[in-house]
């Protein structure tokens, strides 16, 4: 009998609040399976469907190449709203103004699904704290009002708008100007809730092996084949729930989006500093479009800030001072905080900013490409493609618009990069004309 080997995950702050036995890995594939379904990767939508399907009694091998919710599912700000990285009117451009509200719809089901999962199998380490407040850097005038009217008019969606004065009780800033504050949203851990979820599946019958990478995938929707270094999974259905990290093995996906890093910071204790600049226990971010996000986190006692993104790997540190500099041209006050740690994470980028969510010709599933949505796209995304395997609904098909469309490999990484520095450079400007 192997030893079970340690923990590879990232040096974030959420495996801090891990348990000694969230440290030892599930045993990688050995030999040959047969499933119903197998799932290649771990991260929120390969387990939330993999719950679902393993709940409605399907058999389901996950084969995740580290660990559970190793990547961008795991180093995250935590977030949980509405929305997508694309605007609503950039998504009714490509498929109308009903498509743009179902998938809207749709965004809102995703956040209440992991608030729901939450609340039904009493993840209390998941640590969910109500409320986001999205602030702005100027006067924004009517605009967030007729934001907030809109939201309520048409899906019964219902924030509150803050003007300077009401946004004061909650952040002491010299920058911003109102805000919509959405206590329906919430943040959270996101390692805690999804190793929970990974339980909770396993619990209902599915079987996850860590460490072990999918590297081929063969057969046809008669029947599929997928093999790692220890062993194969045959099964009749596959979906493919990677990310930042997915690589080459599907060639199709692989040229479909891009990896951007992205970072965050955590400060060291000082909760009476941050008092002077934060005090609410809701989340905040900003409406940069290369924009900013933070909350409390540890009680209060420390401030977790991300932003920025690159697409190559910068040293952490180097970000850390860039982050650092943000939060203190936000909150002067916060000048002396020092930083703990540091850490980066490559996040699925599609060339449209939209999740990709469907069947591919080869009658391979994929649920990618969920970077800048927040988690509510991963639990809708695992959702309908479970739906779909299960023969319940076809509401994948809302995806269909945004599809597999080439990022542009190397020049496309170029002009993500340049794209980035143009939109700080907007951002500045508007900021600076108050």
């Known amino acids: 009998m192997t030893e079970p080997t340690t923990t590879n995950y990232a040096d974030v702050w959420y495996r801090t609040r891990l348990e000694s036995s969230d440290l030892i890995a599930r045993p990688p594939l050995s030999g040959p399976a047969e499933a119903d379904v197998c799932i290649i990767g771990g991260g929120l939508a390969g387990l939330t469907a993999a719950h679902d399907l393993a709940v409605a009694g399907r058999r389901v091998v996950l084969l995740e190449a580290r660990r559970v919710a190793w990547g961008a599912s795991g180093r995250n700000g935590g977030f949980v709203s509405p929305g997508y990285a694309q605007g609503y009117d ?22 209440r699904i992991v608030a729901d999962t939450i609340a039904r199998l009493s993840i209390d380490r998941a640590d969910p704290r109500p409320g986001i407040l999205g ?34 009780q909650h952040l002491t800033s010299p920058v911003y100007h109102q805000a919509l504050h959405d206590l329906n949203a919430f943040h959270f851990d996101p390692l805690a809730y999804a190793r929970a979820l990974a339980r909770a599946a396993e619990a209902a019958g599915a079987v996850i092996h860590e460490g072990s990478a999918a590297s081929v995938v063969s057969g046809s929707p008669a029947g599929w084949t997928v093999a790692t270094a220890g062993g194969e999974v045959k099964a009749r259905d596959v979906l493919i729930a990677t990310g930042g ?16 890093a992205t970072y965050v910071m955590v400060t060291k204790p000082d909760p009476e500093r941050i008092a002077t600049a934060i005090h609410t226990t809701s989340a905040v971010g900003d409406d940069r479009r290369a924009g900013d996000y933070y909350r409390l986190v540890d009680g209060g006692r420390r401030i977790l800030w991300g932003g920025k993104i690159t697409t190559r790997r910068s040293e952490p ?21 020092e930083i703990d740690k540091v850490w980066s994470g490559l996040m699925s980028y599609a060339r449209h900013l939209m999740p990709q969510i469907g069947r591919m010709p080869s009658g391979l599933w994929h649920c990618t490409a969920f970077g800048g949505h927040g988690m509510n796209t991963t639990a809708i995304g695992g959702r309908v493609v479970a739906e779909a395997i299960l023969g319940q609904s076809d509401r994948w098909r809302r995806f269909e618009p945004f599809g597999l469309e080439w990022t542009g490999g190397l020049a496309g990484m170029a002009a993500v990069q340049l794209t980035y520095w143009k939109l700080q450079a907007q951002d500045a400007w508007r900021e600076r004309r108050g």
Do not use: K, N
């Open 245 to 260: 990290y997915t690589g080459g093995l599907v060639p199709q996906l692989d040229r479909a989006f891009l990896p951007i």
């Open 90 to 111: 950039a998504i009714a451009r490509r498929c109308g103004a009903e498509g743009a509200d179902a998938l809207h719809a749709m965004s809102i089901e995703g956040m």
């Open 317 to 337: 540190r180097d970000l850390g001072r860039l982050l650092h500099g943000t939060m203190t041209s936000t909150y002067p006050q916060l000048a002396g905080i």
């Open 135 to 168: 602030a702005v850097r100027y006067d924004a005038g009517r605009a967030l009002q007729d934001r907030r009217d809109w939201l309520a008019e048409r899906f019964d969606y219902h924030v509150d708008y803050l003007d300077r004065a009401a946004l004061g």
